[in-house]
């Protein structure tokens, strides 16, 4: 039995690479929104540009999970083992919870990565001049009953996973969610007066 369990959103609506490449139809997920999601840039700078405060990590959890899977999406595969699972919460220098993440990392390796492991993974990488390549490959609407009470939010939420690259080889497999407190910045989640919770998810 693996020590904590992750927060994985209980799927709505999910799309792969090429609901990445392409884009979503704004009436699905407006375009500020999209560019936080589906951008290839780093998210704790942006949110520390929306809210102008600096990103802080809170750790939750750095767990040993050997050669498990671990419920991950299957991009896990390319992380070798034995992994480590790091679950963070990014938060506003004031304290506001603005996403989840957990990270899949070889555990033989993290501590070359995570010199200071209460950094944001992007600042600690961006110490050691770390050539990074963002790969998104998968995107999601969906619940979770524990990120609702920790964002102090409702749900549904939109999440993402992606594969950070180094010299040609998986680095970390990240699963970040975010919270909807963001629409104070980003605006709605849904363009054209689309109801949120009513609009379509018809896009593979």
Known sequence: ?????WHALDVIWQGGETVVNKGLPHSQLAPPWQILL???????????????EPTEVDVIDMSAIGIDDDGAPKAIEAVPGPRLRRQVWLRTASGQRL???????DANHVDEYL????????ESLSRLHTELYRDIQGIYYGNSPALELAFGESGPFWGRHYLFWHDRKPLTLIYEVF???LRKYLGATTANNV??????FLYL
């Open 38 to 52: 589906l951008g290839d840039g780093s998210p704790t700078r942006h949110l520390r540009l929306l809210t102008t």
């Open 1 to 5: 039995m693996l020590p904590t369990k």
């Open 195 to 200: 109801p949120e919770r009513k609009c379509k």
């Open 99 to 105: 996403a989840y993440a957990a990270s899949w990392w």
């Open 179 to 181: 919270s909807p407190y």
């Open 115 to 122: 010199q200071n492991r209460s950094l944001p993974i992007w």
